[in-house]
C-alpha cells in the first residue's frame, strides 16, 4: 500500500482497446488530486471486447479480466482503491469489491453521486442527464440510476433529465472522424438540454473523455453565453477518482 501522503489508485479499463485508456490517463493528468494519488492504468486483455456495447459484452469483459486476476496478471491488493472505468451497471464492481479491502468504485456510480452533490438541492428545478452511446445504453443506464437510488424500475425523478444515445459506440470516439463524432454527440446532449432544465451533462462513456467542448458548445447553442457556461460537464473518471479519494479518507477517519 502507498504511505498516508500518498494513495496507490488503479484505473481498470475492462475493454481491450490500449488506445481508449491512454484516452482516459490524459482525461486525469490535471486532476487537483494528482500529487496525492498514485495512479495506474490497466487494460484488459485481448479475450476482451475492444468496445463494450451491451450486456454480453459487460459479461465477456468480467470474465476476462477475473481470468487475468486468477492467473496472476493483476494484484488487486496492492492498491489502495480500484476504479472500474466502463460507464455501465458493470458486474466487476460488485465481484471486485469481494474479492481486495481496496475501494471499489465505477464511473457510472461515481457520476451519479458527482452530479447529485453538485446540482441543486431537491426543490431547486435543477436536473442532471447522461449522454452515450448506443441505444442500449438508453434503458441500461436509466434502469441503473433507479436501482441505485432504490428506486423501481422506470421510476421517474424529477431531478434525473434521462439518457440520450449518440448512436456511436466507445471505440468509435478513437476510430471514427472527428466530425462525425462531433455532430453525433453533440445531437445527443442537445437532445438532452431541451428536455429539462439540464445543470449537469454526464459523459456516459470512458471513451469521451477530453470531448467536453463538444457539450460546451451545445449548451452555449441551447443555453445562451451565461448560462451554457453554467452547466457542469462531469467525466467518470475524474468524477471516480475524486470518488475513490474521499472514500479512502472516510474509512480512515471513522474506523
Known amino acids: 500500500m502507498a504511505s498516508p501522503s500518498k494513495f496507490r489508485v488503479l484505473i481498470l479499463n475492462p475493454n481491450s482497446s490500449r488506445a481508449m485508456t491512454e484516452g482516459m490517463k490524459a482525461a486525469v493528468s490535471s486532476l487537483i488530486l494528482s500529487e496525492k494519488l498514485e495512479i495506474s492504468t490497466y487494460t484488459a486483455p485481448s479475450s476482451a471486447p475492444a468496445s463494450i456495447n451491451d450486456d454480453e ?141 439540464v445543470r449537469c451533462v454526464v459523459m456516459g462513456c470512458g471513451g469521451m473523455a477530453g470531448l467536453e467542448s463538444i457539450i460546451r458548445d451545445a449548451a452555449l447553442e441551447v443555453y445562451g453565453q451565461e448560462r451554457g457556461r453554467s452547466v457542469y460537464i462531469v467525466d467518470g473518471v475524474r468524477a471516480g477518482l475524486l470518488q475513490l479519494y474521499q472514500i479512502i479518507l472516510s474509512r480512515r477517519e471513522f474506523a
Open 57 to 197: 459484452g459487460i459479461q465477456a469483459s468480467t470474465e476476462a479480466v477475473l481470468a487475468d486476476i486468477l492467473a496472476g496478471n493483476l494484484h488487486l491488493n496492492s492498491y489502495d482503491a480500484v476504479l472500474i472505468a466502463c460507464f455501465s451497471v458493470h458486474s466487476l464492481v460488485s465481484k471486485l469489491s469481494s474479492m481486495t479491502t481496496a475501494a471499489v468504485t465505477g464511473i457510472f456510480e461515481a457520476s451519479i453521486l458527482a452530479s447529485l452533490s453538485i446540482i441543486a438541492p431537491p426543490g431547486g428545478n435543477e436536473s442532471w442527464g447522461i449522454v452515450t452511446t448506443g441505444a442500449f445504453w438508453e434503458t441500461h443506464l436509466g434502469d441503473g440510476v433507479n436501482a441505485f437510488l432504490g428506486q423501481a424500475a422506470g421510476q421517474t425523478n424529477d431531478r434525473f433529465a434521462g439518457t440520450f444515445s449518440s448512436g456511436l459506440t466507445a471505440g468509435d470516439f478513437h476510430t471514427v472522424s472527428p466530425e462525425q463524432v462531433q455532430a453525433k454527440l453533440k445531437d445527443a446532449t442537445v437532445r438532452l438540454l431541451k428536455a429539462s432544465n
